[in-house]
């Protein structure tokens, strides 16, 4: 039988697939958004079909909805977005999660946490395990959303000791794919319009450091997969293992767009994290999940996406 799902952060990137994703599978879909790093062209094609519904609202405010599952996805996830308004990231991820945790407590609904690999920091393990507890700046420019995403996992957990509250946690480790916004700042967008547009690659660096990146569809299948395993709530690490420096990857863009477009380097940002890769024998063990998309094939559809939105 099909529930009434609240996904927040709907219009995003990732919360636009997993709408989708529910809708195909019959679900009722409430998606909520504040527009913030969101898109309505993420979306517009689901306002069509009957079981899609769409809020606007800001999760920082409360609000009271009938249902049965939350993925709270509301908060910006890019660098450049957090950044911009960085009080309004910590709000997002504290008065937002207990705006959320408080309609899920109330309705007892079943909610799903995107918490992020940045929990982890600049790490001193690698790869990084659920059980790492991390080597965060408290007072760095990323600190908004690092610990503002800590935090969040820490009311999910107080939620469940004290009230009951059926919660989960992922850790997302870097996702990309199409409708990532063409100005979103984050590396494959970045390096992927920049070569279309036959603009320079921005290396921020060196390009060493490195990234493991996840296609969108993997990401979404192992965050539905957890939210409907019963006997497991988290953290568990949602990523792809498959580590590459970040040189590596302008390089592979560039091929694969056959741009002519040179890499610059520019300088690298304050606490940039030198090295990420998801240790997911958690996520294989428990969901059974494991990511199939190779980098390869995953930006071909990226690029497919970014090509026809530049025309
Ligand atoms: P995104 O910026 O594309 O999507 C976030 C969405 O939340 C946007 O539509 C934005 O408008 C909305 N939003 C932001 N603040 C809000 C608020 N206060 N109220 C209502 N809506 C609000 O980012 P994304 O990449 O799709 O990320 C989605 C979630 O996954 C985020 O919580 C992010 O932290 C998490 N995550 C993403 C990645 C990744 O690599 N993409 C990695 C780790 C964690
Ligand atoms: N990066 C880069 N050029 C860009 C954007 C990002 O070299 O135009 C680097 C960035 O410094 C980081 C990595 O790519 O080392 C991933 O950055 P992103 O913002 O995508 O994600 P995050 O740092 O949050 O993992």
Same mark, same amino acid.
């Given at each position: 039988m099909g529930l009434r799902i609240l996904v927040t952060g709907g219009a995003g990137f990732i919360g636009s697939h997993l709408c989708e994703r529910l809708l195909d599978q019959g679900h009722d879909v409430l998606c909520l958004d504040n527009f913030f790093s969101g898109h309505k062209r993420n979306i517009a094609p689901f306002l069509?079909? /009957?079981n899609f519904e769409l809020i606007r609202h800001d999760i920082t405010v409360p609000i009271l909805l009938e249902v049965d599952q939350i993925y709270n996805f509301a908060c910006p996830a890019s660098p450049k977005a957090y950044m911009q308004n960085p009080v309004k990231t910590v709000k997002t991820s504290v008065m937002g999660t207990i705006n959320m945790l408080g309609l899920a407590k109330r309705v007892k609904a079943r909610i799903l946490q995107a918490s992020?690999?940045?929990?982890?920091?600049?790490?001193?393990?690698? /790869?990084?395990?659920?059980s790492y507890w991390g080597n965060v700046n408290p007072i760095g420019i990323r600190s908004c959303y690092d610990e503002g995403k800590r935090v969040a996992e820490t009311l999910m957990f107080d939620y469940r000791r004290q009230n009951n509250v059926d919660t989960k946690i992922v850790r997302i480790f870097n996702t990309y794919g199409?409708?990532?916004?063409?100005?979103?700042?984050r590396v494959i967008s970045n390096f992927i319009v920049q070569a279309l547009r036959g603009e320079d690659l921005t290396v921020y660096g060196d390009g060493t450091q490195t990234r493991s990146f996840c296609y969108v569809d993997d990401l979404v299948e192992g965050v539905i997969r957890m939210m409907n395993t019963d006997d497991f709530f988290g953290p568990v690490n949602l990523g792809n293992p498959t580590e590459f420096k970040i040189i590596e990857l302008a390089e592979l863009v560039l091929r694969l767009t056959r741009s002519r477009s040179r890499i610059v380097f520019k300088p690298l940002p304050q606490d940039d994290p030198v090295q990420r890769q998801p240790d997911i024998t958690l996520a294989r063990t428990r969901l059974g999940w494991e990511p199939k998309v190779p980098l390869e094939e995953g930006l071909l559809r990226t690029i497919a996406y970014f090509t026809k939105l530049l025309l």
């Open positions: 069509q079909r /009957p992020t690999s940045e929990i982890y920091g600049d790490p001193k393990v690698h /790869p990084q395990v659920e199409p409708r990532m916004l063409e100005d979103d700042g």
